[in-house]
C-alpha cells in the first residue's frame, strides 16, 4: 500500500530536492509564472502555497522561517510586500498549474505554474499630472528678411 507517502522525490536526495523546489519558489516569486515539467510544478504547489500562507502571517518569524527555507533575501521581501497582499482575501488554492503538452527533447510533459492573484504594479505617477496646462499661445518667430541692397539706397539719394 501507499498509505502516508506524500513526498514526490523527483529521482533526487533530499538535499537536492529541497534545494531544486527553494529555486523553483524563488523563480516562481521573481517571475510570477514559470515553464516546468509537470512532476516539479506538482511538487512545487504545496511548497509554494505553504510560504505564502507564510508570508500573509506577515511577522517576523514568519520572514525568517521563509528566508530559512528559500535561502534568499529579494525573493521572501517581494512575497511578503508584493505577492501576499494580493492573495490577502484568498484561503487557499494560490497557484495554477496549467498543462503545456510534451518536450520536443524527451517528451516530457511540461506546464505552466502561476499565482493565481496576479500582481499588479501601481503607475508611479498619474497621467493627469504630468499634463502642463498652456496659458498662452505660443510664440511663432517669423524668418528674417535680408537688407536691400546698397544701390537703391544710393539712387534714392540722388
Request: aromatic content about 4%; charged content about 30%; some cysteine.
Amino acid at each position: 500500500m501507499n498509505h502516508g507517502r506524500k513526498v514526490v522525490k523527483l529521482k533526487r536526495s533530499a538535499a537536492h530536492r529541497r534545494a531544486l523546489l527553494a529555486n523553483l519558489v524563488c523563480s516562481l516569486v521573481e517571475h510570477r509564472r514559470i515553464r516546468t515539467t509537470l512532476a516539479k510544478a506538482k511538487a512545487l504547489r504545496p511548497f509554494a502555497e505553504r510560504m505564502l500562507t507564510l508570508a500573509k502571517r506577515g511577522d517576523l518569524h514568519a520572514r525568517r522561517t521563509a528566508v530559512s527555507y528559500l535561502r534568499q533575501q529579494g525573493p521572501v521581501k517581494k512575497l511578503f510586500e508584493e505577492i501576499a497582499p494580493a492573495s490577502m482575501e484568498r484561503k487557499g488554492g494560490y497557484t495554477r498549474i496549467t498543462k503545456l503538452g510534451q518536450r520536443r527533447s524527451d517528451a516530457a510533459p511540461m506546464a505552466f505554474i502561476e499565482w493565481v492573484d496576479a500582481y499588479v504594479p501601481a503607475a508611479t505617477k498619474s497621467v493627469e499630472a504630468e499634463v502642463v496646462p498652456v496659458t498662452a499661445e505660443p510664440e511663432v518667430i517669423a524668418p528674417k528678411k535680408k537688407a536691400a541692397p546698397k544701390k537703391a539706397k544710393a539712387a534714392s539719394a540722388e
